[in-house]
Structure formats: structure tokens, C-alpha cells
Nanobody, 122 residues
Framework: QLQASGGGSVQAGGSLRLSCKAS????????MGWFRQAPGKEREFVAG????????AYADSVRGRFIISRVNAENAVYLQMDSLKPEDTVVYYC?????????????????WGQGTLVTVSS
């Protein structure tokens, strides 16, 4: 099970930190990803991190503003979001993939947390 938290409301230029805590599985066996979905749109890749945390990737829209990290001892993955923009206003989801390496494709992920809403006002 994945439990996402940390969403909320912030003004443009502000920051939020999303957390995703895992339970019931061996967290270190999973690469992790963050995705987001706006109403009426497909769920899109935001960031991914490999099983050991050494490799990561970002969508072009968030590169340089967001940082993904993980602490295996805490069974947790984080998404630090800085310089937030109104267009970042969507629901964010964390996901796990039983593999060494992350994927940018949502269908590659085995399990998902519930979403957490981020609202950025201008």
C-alpha cells in the first residue's frame, strides 16, 4: 500500500513537499515514480527514481524545479516541488514498479497510492 500526503494550496513561486509512504511490501525492491493527472486528461509522468536512488528522471515541465528522492529505511519517496506554477495544479500520485529502474510509462507500474491535490494560485 502507498499513502501519499503533503498536497495543499500555495501561491505561485511557493514550495510543497509530497511524501509517499509504503507498507506491506519490500520497499527497496521497487523503483518509484510520481505522476499527475488533470481532470479529463491522461495521467502523466512527473519524476522517477531507481531502486537504490542513484538514477532519476524528470518531465521537461518540472525539471529544475522538482526533486525526487527516497529513503529506503523510511519506506518513503518524496517530491520536493519548488517555484510552483498555476499549471502544476493537479492531483499527484505515487507509484511503485518492482524493478531496479524507473519507467516513464504509467502502465509499467504495479501499484499506486491515492492522489494528493496540489493547488497553486496566481
Amino acid at each position: 500500500q502507498l499513502q501519499a500526503s503533503g498536497g495543499g494550496s500555495v501561491q505561485a513561486g511557493g514550495s510543497l513537499r509530497l511524501s509517499c509512504k509504503a507498507s506491506g511490501r519490500t520497499f527497496r525492491d521497487y523503483s518509484m515514480g510520481w505522476f499527475r493527472q488533470a481532470p479529463g486528461k491522461e495521467r502523466e509522468f512527473v519524476a522517477g527514481i531507481g531502486r537504490r536512488g542513484y538514477d532519476n528522471a524528470y518531465a521537461d515541465s518540472v525539471r529544475g524545479r522538482f526533486i525526487i528522492s527516497r529513503v529506503n529505511a523510511e519506506n518513503a519517496v518524496y517530491l520536493q516541488m519548488d517555484s510552483l506554477k498555476p499549471e502544476d495544479t493537479v492531483v499527484y500520485y505515487c507509484a511503485g514498479k518492482k524493478s531496479m529502474f524507473y519507467s516513464t510509462e504509467r502502465n509499467d507500474y504495479d501499484y499506486w497510492g491515492q492522489g494528493t491535490l496540489v493547488t497553486v494560485s496566481s
